[in-house]
């Protein structure tokens, strides 16, 4: 069952991962869309995620198998990102990949849940099985960049076929029914309401600021790392950035080591300032002799994602009472993948327009040290603020191994 479960993770992630860090290039080297234009189709993830609560609450949680909900939304987010792929004007390629995005972002937190029904001890045995997802990503990338097809629509179309791939794959899954098909259907069911008074408290309210405003300049990385790369003439980047996934997995068999030694908030600091570290890394680097500053910027993702995100889910596991652990943790994905990503995405846009240039051949390239230490400005002062606003009440309370918990 738990390889079943592994090579489900494998596909599900390897889909979002062979289009989505290249999109940008395609974007903006072949179709020559701007920045805001470029930053509003890497947003359309961000929408997805902010709404994929309704799906998931309303469809698999009450109406049908888990199974058949992701074998339509595979299915028909196949024939989306076929249909992304043939256009060239930003209207239809942002319809398009907005709908394959609400159709795809729910199936994230689909798997999440068929696997947590299907084991015995999640806490234990979850990890294991979604650290294939980061496999699937890296084996994309890698993929993608071999095939020097970055710049083309080619990773659309090989994303539609690991989307075919999944859904087939997807009955051979164990049956998933829905366990509330007999409850009264409310909407406080399927958003996270009533985790809304948690942010009362100073921490968790500070956490959750954070957390959104982090998210902001998160998205720089995401929506133009791929073309800055290329633009800069870095040779594979697809395959180069899958470093940032390997060290991923890495940080995450080490969070133990560091919760014991720095505590939740320090963590949570270092992973932000990891941010700032990263992005003054691509300000200054460069091809040649500076091209180590791009591989540690790369490198670095493993402490940005996990010491911020992976943390951070653990803070709310262990501050919100048990009854709104699920409802919180829906709540920060909403501020962080969903609100805080969208903001980025059009902020960034914005950034990347500001700072282009057209030469003398009428090529567009930009000022990317500008744009980097733009970003990175911004993640030191999310850094300053919750360094300064945050309290860790279990270690004001004297109790240091609670952190660990």
Partial sequence: MKWRLRVMMLFEFAIWGAWYVTVGTWLGQTLHFSGKEIGAIAGTTAIGAMISPLFVGLLADRLFDTRRVLVILHIVGAVLLVVAAQQTSFGVLYAA??????????TLALTTSLAMRHINDPQEEF????????????IMGLVVGAWGVEATASP???????SLAMAGYCFTLPPTPPLARDQRFSIRTVLPLESLH???DRSMAVFALASFL??????????????????IGVVNAAGKMTGGQMSEILCMLLIPWFFRRLGVKYMLAVGMLAWVVRYAMFAFGGTGELMWMLW???????????????????????????????????LITFLTYGLGMFVGSWLSGVAVDTYARTNAQGVVTHDWHGIWMLAGGCAAVVLVLFVL???DR????GNPAAVAT
């Fill in 214 to 231: 982090i998210c902001i300049p998160l998205q720089f990385y995401y929506a133009f790392t791929n073309l800055f790369l290329n633009e």
């Fill in 394 to 397: 279990k270690v004001k309370a």
């Fill in 156 to 162: 659309l179309h090989l994303a539609a076929g690991l």
């Fill in 97 to 106: 990949l907005l709908a394959y995005s609400l159709c795809y972002m729910p």
């Fill in 198 to 200: 948690l942010l009362r």
């Fill in 127 to 138: 990890g294991a099985i979604r650290v294939f997802g980061t496999i699937g990503w890296i």
């Fill in 296 to 330: 540690l910027g790369i490198i670095l993702h493993g402490i940005c994602f996990d010491f911020f995100f992976v943390v951070g889910q653990i803070y709310i596991d262990r501050e919100a009472p048990t009854a709104l652990r699920a409802a919180t943790q829906g």
């Fill in 389 to 391: 606003l945050f309290k």
